[in-house]
């Protein structure tokens, strides 16, 4: 009798368990993050594009990547204009901002009456302040390090008041920060750099109100309090599992965009996808946005095939289910069910690279150049192009990816040490010294190349160890952890490595410091490279506008650093999405994070 | 039976001491912070998390703390001011070791409890089947299927088993039953409801329905089900083999010249004989229910102790691993103990001295 009591309570709670769940609401975007997603919801604590994802939706920065526009450039987010400079007599340069007037933080109840307020100037120098507080352990103190005149002072004051057992005092001045009144401020940077503008775009330097960090404390990171188009709610953020966008009902008046790429075929390809229709409308063009987390890519891609998810990047096991490899294009399953197909280029920068300050690979004359050179045209890119990324890598010469200023045409520089050319390559290493890969004593040429062990490293160094084995060059591997590569890269013991760069920002600037003496190991400058001449160059083109002086600049700086060859390989990666045909305006790009503004639902084609 | 129990525990106070000093120093033979922050870390970062999670202190001084924090079960409050009272997680900020624990320990509990009863449930009523059959087509073709299904590696039934059920299922037919992976907290709906609307409804018409219960069949009944193919077979071999040296013993062969019936033989007489084992098993899984399952947590997104073991691995967020340790380390103590005693209960013979 027990057992027949016990099945039927399961048989009943197994009835009970098949009612329907409610079905998706209309008007609401299912979106994934192919991560686990952000890990904070503090600006200042960020660094993660996931943490970008979300963060820059709900909290604003002053300056903004335009959407459609391309080339990449910016357009004033909390200011009212693109802010203005002035050149000092003693070399500081001083920024003039001025804030758009009524712009809210959302309401909640850190604020009196639990109305959000608005948006002033001290708002501006309470987010920046943060940066130095020893609360945020210093995450991203870099961003204003030593940029700002008087932040590092200010830094340091408040850090040993700190110690001393007093409490970080935010009102304390930074003499580079100066207001004018609420709407309008000038902070004054210790050179004249250009890509302090850069840094306003980037969402930890997002704007917070001290009400929400006094009232929340640590758990800001989990409670934010924006200007944004969308809102987090208590209870919508299952991290490693969901988060959920709803639309800020005090969102200010901004409008979608009309401008369109500058090349008149890409705004030709926007018009066809209509990314055009919603110029003029009011945003967010949609209320609720609900972003799942997928770390296995089979689960993402199952969700996205049985149509709950509006759009995903394809993961390369996938790629073939997607897309004809060889040309690139969209199946014609995925085109009849009106899903759409987009290749993205990424700012990528994946290279073999060699310590300069090597005895045997690195150094600046003649011989020394010869040997690098010869292990580039020794290297088979295509090749390995074909055998480890399905053929869907971009390859170029030197070190910017495409959609940079200075990424040479059809990826190919006048100045150019990309192989196979095993005939050249073996020439070039008689030069250096080491004819058929031996040296002058007939002892042959043995280099410890480093890399991770990740992935398919190990066979992809069986296809370096192969490249540099036909012109006699014996590539002893070294595969090791990242953590651990990483400290014999910063420690100069690497004499060769496989690394990459991703770009922080869509400059040339950003790649191009990695060559400059200043940013040596243990500096991001893993190459250790150190020319006067390059360095002057990089100085220069620091603190110039763009334009075609500053691109003839970044070209001449590439094509040298070809010539010296401190690096060979240069790839960049293309990242391929697909859009379901509800989901309007989605134009996909990793470059910045703020668009899930600009998206729309049409439930009509679901 | 007390004294008993508190003997044991204070024989494993020093036992459960040893292994969280061993861990502790495990976990600090290198740098943690070093290879949490990684290549970005400026010196003052890595001083300022150092200093945030007491790694500046002496060994000891660390040690005699986080013995503090497991005897009073504080994992960290998230809400203090003092970044060491908060205790929190590296990877996710604001958000507290404990908090990090407490939110896992649900979706897992969702998980492997349903399993182990079903599994349990299942392979000892194979078990006993197979062993009063045995040798006839029964038993051997059950075994063989209970061997396949536990020589078949997990990973091909979780794929088939998003592929089809979670997939292929609504595709073809419209049933959207399982989802392929994912989690809600399901135990915060209504566990029982009315709807009024008839699409609501169980085929339009039962006006009773369980949201909770259809949230919790929607994304944990899979992975049960898939633990549950895999488990069987393990167990099952494992009960049929307890079973028949039961089969063979004389209260049973007593029990049959009494013309007991097949029912009263196998659910009375031989369960309750072999529940040393059928205990000694279930209580061996245990702290792993807690800990949840790894793999299936992962490759179904399931928020729970298994995947915030592994993510926190991956992402060295050491004050996760270090506190995971520990509590898994300390639920297995108290298991074994809790085993014995069960042991007592279950066969008067055992006696507790």
């Known amino acids: ?606 | 039976m007390w004294s008993f129990i508190l003997r044991r525990l204070l024989v494993s106070i020093p036992v459960y001491l040893g292994i969280i000093l061993i861990v502790m120093a495990a976990l600090r033979v290198s740098d943690p912070v070093y290879a949490y922050l990684g290549k970005n870390a400026t010196p003052e970062t890595i001083v300022a998390k150092r200093a945030a999670m007491g790694l500046d202190e002496p060994f000891l001084v660390q040690y005699a703390k986080f013995v503090g924090r497991i005897a009073t079960l504080n994992f960290g409050d998230e809400t203090s001011p003092d970044p060491r009272q908060r205790y929190e997680s590296w990877k996710y900020a604001g958000q507290s070791v404990g908090l990090k624990l407490r939110q896992a320990v649900g979706p897992s509990l969702s998980v492997t409890i349903p399993e182990l009863m079903l599994t349990t449930t299942i392979s000892v009523i194979i078990g006993m089947l197979c062993a009063y059959f045995r040798g006839t087509w029964f038993d051997r073709a059950t075994m063989a299927l209970v061997v396949m299904g536990m020589s078949v590696s997990v990973l091909v039934f979780i794929v088939l088993g998003q592929k089809l059920a979670g997939f292929s299922l609504k595709d073809a037919f419209g049933i959207d039953w399982f989802s392929p992976s994912g989690f809600e907290p399901w135990w915060e709906r209504p566990f029982l409801a009315f709807p009024g609307d008839p699409a609501e409804r169980l085929w339009g018409f039962i006006p009773v329905a369980s949201p909770a219960l259809a949230m919790w069949r929607y994304y944990c009944l899979l992975p049960v089900l898939i633990y549950v193919v895999v488990g069987v077979g393990y167990d099952t071999r494992f009960y049929r083999a307890v079973m028949v040296e039961e089969t063979g013993r004389d209260h049973i062969t007593t029990a049959r010249a009494k013309g007991a019936g097949r029912a009263k033989i196998m659910f009375v007489h031989m369960l309750k004989n072999a529940m040393i084992p059928v205990i000694t098993r279930v209580m061996i899984s245990l702290p792993f229910l807690v800990a949840g399952s790894i793999l299936l947590e992962y490759q179904f997104r399931i928020p729970g102790m298994g995947k915030l073991i592994i993510d926190a691995i991956r992402d060295k967020d050491f004050p996760i691993i270090q506190a995971f340790t520990a509590v898994f380390a300390a639920v297995f103590i108290v298991t074994n103990i809790l085993t014995d005693v069960l042991y007592a209960l279950v066969d008067p013979r055992v006696r507790l001295s």
Not at chain 1, 21 to 37: M, Y
Not at chain 1, 413 to 431: F, I, K
Request: hydrophobic content about 40%.
């Open chain 1, 1 to 606: 009798m027990t057992m027949i009591r016990v099945l039927s309570a399961a048989a009943g709670a197994l009835l009970l368990a098949l009612v329907p769940l409610a079905a998706a609401q209309k008007g609401v975007l299912q979106v994934p993050i192919r991560s686990d997603g952000p890990k904070t919801l503090d600006p200042v604590r960020g660094s993660t594009q996931y943490d970008d994802q979300v963060i820059s939706n709900v909290y604003e920065t002053l300056l903004q990547w335009k959407y459609l526009a391309r080339p990449l450039a910016q357009e004033p987010l909390l200011l009212a204009e693109m802010p203005t400079n002035r050149i000092n007599a003693d070399g500081t340069q001083t920024w003039h901002f001025r804030l758009k007037q009524g712009v809210r933080f959302q309401d909640d109840p850190c604020f009196s009456g639990g109305k959000g307020r608005e948006l002033v100037a001290d708002d501006v120098f309470y987010s920046w302040k943060r940066f130095a507080d020893p609360a945020n352990e210093y995450d991203n103190f870099r961003f204003f390090d030593g940029v700002i005149v008087g932040i590092n002072e200010f830094k340091d004051q408040q850090a040993d008041a700190v110690k001393a057992g007093k409490e970080f005092d935010y009102s304390a001045p930074v003499s580079g920060l100066k207001k004018l009144s609420d709407y309008e401020f000038e902070v004054t940077i210790a050179k004249p750099v250009y890509r302090f503008l850069y840094n306003l775009a980037q969402f930890q330097t997002a704007i917070v109100p001290h009400e929400a960090v006094e009232k929340y404390r640590s758990q800001i990171a989990t409670h934010p309090v924006g200007t944004g188009p969308f809102m987090v709610k208590e209870g919508d953020w299952l991290p490693g599992q969901r988060i959920t966008l709803t639309r800020n009902p005090t969102f200010r008046h901004e409008v979608y965009p009309s401008e369109l790429p500058t090349d008149p075929a890409l705004a030709a390809a926007d018009r066809a996808l209509g990314l055009d229709l919603d110029a003029g409308k009011s945003l967010p063009l949609t209320d609720r946005v609900e972003i799942s987390f997928y770390v296995p890519d089979p689960a993402l891609w199952l969700d996205f095939k049985a149509g709950k998810l509006g759009y995903t990047q394809v993961p390369s096991e996938y790629m073939e289910e997607s897309f004809v490899i060889r040309t690139k294009k969209l199946r014609q399953d995925w085109a009849d069910q009106g899903v759409v197909g987009h290749a993205v280029p990424l700012l990528d920068f994946i290279f073999r690279g060699f310590n300069m300050e090597d005895p045997v690979v690195g150094g600046y004359t003649e011989e020394k150049k010869a040997l690098r050179q010869a292990l580039s045209l020794a290297f088979d890119g295509q090749e390995m192009n074909k055998r480890f990324y399905n053929g869907l890598n971009i390859l170029y010469d030197g070190p910017i990816p495409p959609g940079l200023d200075g990424y040479p045409k059809d990826g190919i520089a006048p100045v150019s040490y990309a192989g196979p050319d095993v005939e050249e390559a073996r020439r070039l290493l008689a030069v250096a010294g080491y004819p058929g890969g031996k040296d002058a004593n007939g002892k042959p040429l043995v280099i410890e190349y480093y890399s991770s062990n990740g992935g398919n490293q190990v066979e992809q160094t069986q296809a370096e160890q192969e490249f540099a084995g036909a012109i006699g060059v014996k590539l002893n591997p070294r595969l090791i952890d990242f953590s651990e590569l990483d400290v014999a890269v910063k420690k100069k013991k690497a004499q060769m490595f496989g690394y990459a760069w991703g770009s922080d920002y869509p400059d040339a600037e950003n790649n191009l410091m990695l060559f400059w003496s200043k940013a040596k190991s243990p500096g991001v400058g893993a190459f250790n490279y150190d020319r006067p001449e390059y360095d002057a160059m990089y100085e220069k083109l620091l603190v110039m506008t763009p334009g075609p002086e500053r691109t003839t600049l970044i070209e001449q700086m590439r094509d040298m650093l070809i010539e010296d060859c401190p690096f060979y390989g240069s790839m960049a990666r293309t990242r391929f999405w697909l859009v379901r045909p509800w989901v309007r305006n989605f134009k996909p790009t990793e470059d910045f994070n703020n668009w899930m503004k600009y998206l729309a639902v049409d439930d009509s084609k679901r």
